[in-house]
């Protein structure tokens, strides 16, 4: 009964989140099967997926100043929607996990023409780069920060979702020259991506909002803050559009 039991959750856990173990497939690309066998080993898991999210909890909690924490502002480049819209939702995200993939392909495209484009959600989008399982994962986030400065995040978030396991991953010297052309095809000057890749103070932000979303409680991906309450797993549209219409008092 124990090992059904083991097994019966194992198979929960993978469903929902990188940091997991991951679901093996053979549709999976090599890289992403070496990335399981890895994961496998000793990450933490995160719980099964709920059936319905737990309404907000009105237990006072220590205030914490995200706007500072998390580096938020009205004209920040890694986000969407109206900086007073009711409910803020802050995705962390890592660029070779499949689940958060999933979320961008099948959750996120609802979230913003439902929500953001309404002016009822603010999605932003911070690094959690899970280094033990993702060689690259850090360099992904690094390019994405170096897109922003030119105004280019959103292009380049997408096109890194898309070409994960086909044109890049795992392999950060490899990838690197891949990333850097990947993303002049989307009308990033190269020159300055290079220049910023090379400075190390870019590599040191995506760490510290590791750092700090760790000390939020962030232990997988993807995970959110939707107005402050922890959100695990890439669930389902309709478990994130219950919890924001309450939010919003919908």
Known sequence: MRIAHFWMTLFAVVLI???????????RSPVEVRQTQ?????????????????????????AINLVELLNL???????????????????????????????????????????VETGIVRLVVRDFPLTSIHASAVLAASVTHCAAAQDRFWPVYEMLFQTHGVEWGGVPK???ATLIELAGNLNVDTAQLTACLDDPATEAAVLAELEAASGLGINSTPNFLVNGQLVRGALPFESFASLIRQLAGR
Do not use: H
Not at 38 to 62: C, F, G, H, Y
């Open 73 to 115: 502002s009205d004209n920040d480049p890694r986000a969407l929607g109206d900086p007073k819209a009711p409910v803020l939702m802050i995705e962390f995200t890592d660029y070779e996990c499949p689940f958060c993939a999933r979320f961008v392909s099948e959750t996120r495209p609802r979230i913003i023409s439902e929500f």
């Open 17 to 27: 989140g990188c940091g997991s173990a991951a679901p093996l497939t053979p549709t």
């Open 174 to 176: 490899r990838d690197r």
């Open 38 to 62: 890895i994961a496998l080993q000793d990450l933490p898991t995160v719980p099964p997926a709920p059936t319905e999210l737990a309404r907000p909890t009105k237990t006072p909690r220590p």
